[in-house]
């Protein structure tokens, strides 16, 4: 499952649990970047439409983080901590962002 900004890149969750997320050029198809950071695996992607985060990029892991990436250098932004568990799910809506984990609690954090 592909994720597309409405720039000229898309993500896409790695096709091997320990390869980390690739940005690819949807109109070449050409990977332009590799996103490394977490410590486990990447379970979750999401993006949100608040222009503010419009560089953003959320990815939560088997290593219980929640990580924001600008898009444009690749580098982590923020970590966010406190699942005691792997992060399943992400989504984001307006400036929070949502992250469900195997420790059965959903978490809230301010973007």
């Given amino acids: 499952a592909a994720y597309r900004t409405p720039h000229t890149q898309s993500f ?8 980390p997320p690739k940005a690819f050029n949807p109109a070449l198809g050409d990977c332009v970047s590799i996103i490394s ?10 993006s949100g439409t608040n222009p503010a985060l419009h560089r953003r990029l959320f990815s ?7 990580k924001a990436w600008d898009t444009n250098s690749g580098k ?17 809506a307006h400036d929070r962002i949502f992250s469900g984990s195997e420790d059965k609690r959903i978490l809230i954090w301010d973007a």
């Fill in 12 to 19: 896409s969750a790695p096709p091997a649990y320990t390869d």
């Fill in 60 to 66: 939560g892991s088997d290593d219980k983080t929640v």
């Fill in 37 to 46: 950071g977490h410590a486990g695996k990447v379970n979750a992607l999401a």
């Fill in 76 to 92: 982590i932004v923020e970590t966010y901590t406190g699942h005691e568990g792997p992060v399943l799910s992400l989504s984001v």
